[in-house]
């Protein structure tokens, strides 16, 4: 068998990150909302752009259109080297004001004293939150939450997530942004996140010790 297997050494080991039930979502952006700080800010807008830590951490003001309500983000601060356009629902663009008053001289979306957060700010807004979950898993919870609830295409919600297209074929033929999709598709998601649901409750176990 050992001629058959790979050794252990050349498998590549999963990194599984700790992820929020979509039908928690709600209750826990409502909690969240009470906590009081920028981490705290930064963190409910990754969730609602479905954006990586690192990119809203970086973000600046002028990669802010607000004439079009868009957050650009440029090649080099994107894991797959392409420029990435996420479109602002409502909730997101009142964050970034609030944020701006909190330092008014920075050039960053969100810092302390011009300098921008560390990459510990957004996992601490969620220990004081009491949740038990990744940043990073909010992009599977919204992944689960546009299969599972919504009738958007697939696609879209890839384009949205910024994930690399792995096939040739079908990249070729995706060339544009489906901007209007993905807006309509980020104003669900914040609706979504902001509506009380019935089962859209916090399962205390998941909450840190």
Known sequence: MDKLLPKPSKVA????HKALPVGEVGAFMQR???TSGMGALALEF????????GEVRGATFLEIDRAAKVWIVPADRMKAGKEHRVPLSARSLEILAIAKAMDADSKYLFSINGKPLSNMAMPMALRRAGMDVTVHGF???FRDWVSEETGH????AEMALAHKIASSVEASYRRGN???RRRRLMDDWEKYCFTPYSDNVINFERIAA
């Open 13 to 16: 080991k999963v990194d599984h």
């Open 32 to 34: 969240l909302r009470q």
């Open 46 to 53: 990754a969730i609602l752009t479905a954006a990586r830590s």
């Open 139 to 141: 992009r599977s919870s």
């Open 153 to 156: 295409p697939s696609d879209v």
């Open 178 to 180: 489906l901007m209007a």
